[in-house]
């Protein structure tokens, strides 16, 4: 099983921009989808975007659609997310997860349940 370890988050005025990375130990990173997750306070955590094994599949919420871009590099073991364009709402702990599972359905892999494992997280602030 990996492990992961987000970096990146920080505090950033709205309409600026983020790198997060997620490294994962281990040799089989590329067998594992990967998603990112959010949790602002208070709230539950929520979906942002998951990409398939091989990185040809992606799949947004609708909330970054357009603004945020998912990339994985297998040779690297890392997972990227792009953070361009951000608002106060963006603001959470962030967190990658990996899948074992491929080929799940748009819906599928929008639940939180069909991750495992998860990262610590890191923390993004965008203020107005």
């Known amino acids: 099983q990996v492990q992961l370890e987000e970096s990146g988050g920080g505090l950033v005025q709205a309409g600026g921009s983020l790198r997060l990375s997620c490294a994962a130990s281990g040799r089989t990173f590329s067998s594992y989808a990967m998603g990112w997750f959010r949790q602002a306070p208070g709230k539950e955590r929520e979906f942002v975007v998951a990409?398939?094994?091989?990185?040809?599949?992606?799949t947004y919420a609708d909330s970054v659609k357009g603004r945020f871009t998912i990339s994985r590099d297998n040779a690297k073991n890392t997972v990227y997310l792009q953070m361009n364009s951000l608002k106060p709402e963006d603001t959470a702990v962030y967190y990658c997860a990996a899948d074992l599972t491929a080929n799940r359905s748009p819906v599928s892999v929008r639940l939180p349940g069909n991750y495992n494992p998860w990262g610590q997280g890191t923390r993004v602030t965008v203020s107005s």
């Open positions: 990409i398939s094994r091989s990185g040809h599949t992606t």
